[in-house]
């Protein structure tokens, strides 16, 4: 099982939006709706922010949405705020009781 | 308030051995399964394994990295959960966290494999 896609980095300035993807196969991504997303500060654990593709995990904004398109799932943050700089990583169900993350995106907020 | 605590991690030569630990507070641990991940350092996440409840028969599942080299198991009645690790690789070396409850993650222990 190889890593999900990511771009290595993406940045916006406060009060934009973006949007970060992840890219996969049918044997992952396009073959189950179970991505999850992950924020992670540096120096931090890693902080759950969306399942099942497009559920919000209680508490978390909805300036964060998931979505999906065939075997490439994204995240899109709106309203961009300075604290949302931080490392994204996707994470799909692979089969078999499986998980793959992607190889993280780092957000700079300009 | 639910937390993990990861423990163990230290330097040991390649093709040694090393034992983590994962002690859980404030959920059910018996009822979660326990999933480890790492991460080595400027890198991604990466998924290790996971092992499940009693419930589930304490079945396990490893990344294809890791299999027949690491092991998982927990005491429900300690709440702590357990990565024994042989056979290290230098490529091993990471920081290793535990998971589990509604997503919950401790802090992670730092694993370096280095001759």
């Known amino acids: 099982q190889s890593a999900l896609t990511q771009p290595r980095s993406v940045s916006g300035s406060p009060g934009q939006s973006v949007t970060i993807s992840c890219t996969g196969t049918s044997s992952d991504v396009g073959g189950y709706n179970y991505v999850s997303w992950y924020q992670q500060h540096p120096g931090k654990a890693p902080k759950l922010l969306i399942y099942?593709?497009?559920e919000r995990r209680s508490g978390v904004p909805d300036r964060f949405s998931g979505s999906k398109s065939g075997n490439t799932a994204s995240l899109t943050i709106s309203g961009l705020q300075a604290e949302d700089e931080a490392d994204y990583h996707c994470?799909?169900?692979?089969?078999?009781?499986?998980?793959?993350f992607g190889g993280g995106t780092k957000l700079t907020v300009l | 308030e639910a937390q993990l605590v990861e423990s163990g991690g230290g330097l040991v030569q390649p093709g040694g051995s090393l034992k983590l630990s994962c002690a859980a507070s404030?959920?059910?641990?018996?009822?979660?399964?326990i999933q480890w991940v790492r991460q080595a350092s400027g890198r991604g996440l990466e998924w290790v394994g996971r092992?499940?409840?009693?419930?589930?028969?304490?079945?396990?599942t490893y990344a294809a990295s890791v299999k027949g080299r690491f092991t998982f198991s927990r005491d429900d009645s300690k709440s702590t959960a357990y990565l024994e690790m042989n056979s290290l690789r230098t490529e091993d070396t990471a920081l290793y966290y535990c998971?589990?409850?509604?997503?919950?993650w401790g802090q992670g222990t730092l694993v370096t494999v280095s001759s």
């Open positions: 099942d593709v497009s």
């Open positions: 994470c799909s169900y692979a089969g078999n009781y499986i998980l793959i």
């Open positions: 404030g959920f059910s641990f018996s009822d979660s399964a």
């Open positions: 998971t589990g409850g509604s997503d919950y």
């Open positions: 092992i499940r409840s009693k419930t589930n028969t304490y079945a396990t």
